[in-house]
T-cell receptor, first 113, second 111 residues
């Protein structure tokens, strides 16, 4: 089945710890995205990547980092600098031509211990 | 970045009723999208609109791209219990990475 796989489904972070969220897609999409979702708010863009080895900051990049070493993978690291990391994190991908819709994974819920 | 104004925030309706929700913005968008999100899952694309004035249906769902390019609405006819969830609008401007989201409409359907 083609799609976007996020793991883990649930993740707990201790104080001062970095954690990495995985996102893998087999849709052959060039573009990948990370969003943060908080209750009662729209999705906010953290980082995006339009091509391997290149990525750009979104609206709320502080305290996060990403890498794009392979076309199918776009992991997100939530660093200890992110003081309010509790949220639902969504990964998406799309074809990078015209206004192609983004397709989402099933998300990772990150909580603080 | 500016998010979209989506209303209503929540709706409680009886099974069989029709539903209408909308999204507005002060900015022009080139594409309007409607997604549905079930609890603990990612949003699933319902309808994509690419042209001002476009009216598109997907089963019981109908969405329109406003003529001013600053708004869109989604209608659900003859609601059923599995329509329960949060519906999000999204607008894209020039690039795929320039997408803005509404805060969502939470739909509850009473049998």
């Amino acid at each position: 089945d083609g799609g976007i796989t996020q793991s883990p489904k649930y993740l707990f972070r201790k104080e001062g710890q970095n954690v990495t969220l995985s996102c893998e897609q087999n849709l052959n999409h060039d573009a990948m995205y990370w969003y943060r979702q908080d209750p009662g708010q729209g999705l906010r863009l953290i980082y995006y990547s339009q091509i391997v080895n290149d990525f750009q900051k979104g609206d709320i990049a502080e305290g996060y980092s990403v890498s794009r070493e392979k076309k199918e993978s776009f992991p997100l690291t939530v660093t200890s600098a992110q003081k309010n990391p509790t949220a639902f994190y969504l990964c998406a991908s799309s074809e990078d031509r015209g206004n192609q819709p983004q397709h989402f994974g099933d998300g990772t819920r990150l909580s603080i211990l | 970045g500016q998010q979209l104004n989506q209303s209503p925030q929540s709706m409680f309706i009886q099974e069989g009723e029709d539903v209408s929700m909308n999204c507005t913005s002060s900015s022009i968008f080139n594409t309007w999208l409607w997604y549905k999100q079930d609890p603990g899952e990612g949003p699933v694309l319902l309808i994509a609109l690419y042209k001002a004035g476009e009216l598109t249906s997907n089963g019981r769902l109908t969405a329109q791209f406003g003529i001013t390019r600053k708004d869109s609405f989604l209608n659900i006819s003859a609601s059923i219990p599995s329509d329960v969830g949060i519906y999000f609008c999204a607008g894209q401007r020039y690039n795929n990475n320039d997408m803005r989201f509404g805060a969502g409409t939470r739909l509850t359907v009473k049998p």
